[in-house]
């Protein structure tokens, strides 16, 4: 600000002087028409006649520097002025054809501005004409121009301070709570959001994309901290349901190798108990590694467009020779035999088969039934039992993996605990869910849509 005030300061003075030589430069080629024109006898009367016209001291100098005319002084005083061929705007004059200086006038007793024309001494009688001007007129104009410079200043000023808010508004008060937010989020504050408004595309774009980025951000690391504790639950089920068949074979094996492998009446026993826990065991670890293959991702469906009637029947024949009890009966229904569908062949004939051995497992006698009826755009499977079923609090988590209702019942009975798991995950790959509806002592129905529409 200082620097502006002392340029515009000296530019005033300068814009001033330079105004008033212009004016004293037109004035001189005034007063050669003048004096060409005028009726008066003396350079005397010539300068004081112009000098009263336009308020100037004019003086009129021959060629050896003698003061021939002079506004400011009666006549007969004209020999006591000191020759002027000396004078700086007269030695400038007579080299370049004009020239000015500022100096005090010990004539007047006051400093004056002095303007000096070389002209033709046979045309107009003298050789230099000189005007001069107060330098408190030069003052008086420079003050004008300083009002006009310190107006526009004030004004740019102005512009500054209120574009300063605008920008402090707009850009930089977002950009600080940007740069804030983001070392928030850094430091881990996944629910730090930026909440600002400033109508700029750009700014406001880049707090959207933020904030988004902090939501999934804290959606993934929420996720994260779940497959942890998943991980480290599935890890424990894993290193148990492993561990105990694998305990049973070893258990098995030792005692055989103590001598019990020559008792007729325990060794093939033991064996066959072996065996047993050896199927457990390699069912374990194929549905270990399906489960793992669908958690990840990797799991590969195979979608077709086929008609399940010839599955569903397959299915059910196998159901009634794997059938042994004869209080259980295994029933099909089906609206006809034309059931396309669109779907993975292979996988929807393991869900099927899933269901119908957990509904054998805890069907003591009564019935089981494969159902399907058409529904809008889709089949609907229904594999309805008279079992056990499941008490209330088991039916929010019986797609769990490793969850048993009675553990000990289960193992011996065979299962993994991964079945209903991986058929949960199965269904939910073609865009469907599986349902269980069971009463506790009565039975239990688990049920399934998919669609009818094929993508062609």
Do not use: C
Request: charged share 25%.
């Amino acid at each position: 600000m200082i620097t502006p005030l002392l340029y515009t300061n000296s530019l005033a003075l300068d814009q001033a002087q330079e105004g008033i030589l212009d004016k004293l430069r037109s004035h001189a080629n005034a007063i050669l028409v003048y004096s060409n024109s005028s009726q008066k006898d003396t350079f005397q009367e010539i300068a004081t006649e112009y000098a009263d016209a336009s308020n100037l001291r004019v003086t009129l100098i021959a060629a050896d520097g003698i003061v021939i005319g002079e506004s400011s002084l009666p006549s007969k005083q004209l020999t006591q002025i000191d020759n002027h061929i000396n004078r700086l705007e007269v030695i400038a004059a007579q080299e370049n054809g004009e020239g000015f200086s500022t100096r005090y006038s010990n004539t007047l007793k006051t400093e004056f501005i002095y303007f000096a024309k070389k002209v033709d001494q046979n045309q107009y009688g003298f050789k230099y004409v000189r005007l001069a001007q107060s330098l408190k007129s030069v003052e008086n104009l420079a003050s004008t121009y300083r009002e006009f410079y310190y107006l526009i200043i004030a004004l740019m000023v102005f512009v500054i301070i209120v574009a300063w808010f605008l920008l402090k508004s707009w850009l930089i008060d977002p950009i600080f709570e940007l740069t804030k937010a983001a070392d928030d989020i850094s430091k881990g504050d996944l629910s730090r959001r930026i909440n600002i408004n400033t109508g700029g595309i750009e700014i406001d774009e880049l707090a959207a994309n933020m904030n988004q980025m902090a939501i999934r951000l804290d959606k993934d690391f929420r996720r994260i901290k779940r497959m942890e504790k998943v991980r480290s639950e599935f890890l424990g089920n894993v290193t148990y349901e492993l561990k105990t068949p694998i305990s049973s074979i070893s258990g098995y094996i030792e005692t055989l190798l103590e001598g019990a492998i020559k008792d007729e009446n325990v060794n093939l026993g033991f064996l066959e108990r072996s065996l047993e826990n050896a199927q457990r065991l390699d069912e374990l670890v194929t549905d270990l590694v399906e489960i793992s293959r669908i958690e990840t991702g990797e799991l590969q469906m195979n979608f077709e467009y086929f008609n399940i009637h010839d599955l569903l029947k397959d299915l059910f024949k196998d159901a009634r020779q794997r059938n042994i009890n004869k209080n259980l009966k295994i029933q099909l229904e089906l609206p006809d035999k034309k059931l396309f569908i669109y779907g993975d062949k292979r996988r929807l004939d393991q869900v099927i088969a899933n269901l119908l051995s957990n509904a054998m497992l805890y069907t003591d006698h009564g019935y089981i039934k494969i159902k399907v009826q058409r529904r809008d755009n889709e089949l609907v499977f229904s594999i309805i039992d008279t079992g056990t079923g499941l008490p209330r609090k088991a039916l929010g988590r019986i797609f769990e993996r490793f969850y048993r209702t009675d553990k000990t019942r289960d193992r011996r009975k065979g299962e993994t605990g991964l079945g209903m798991a991986i058929s949960k995950h199965i269904i939910e790959a073609h865009s469907s869910h599986i349902y269980v509806d069971s009463l506790e002592g009565k039975g239990s129905t688990f049920s399934f849509g998919i669609t009818t529409i094929s993508p062609e």
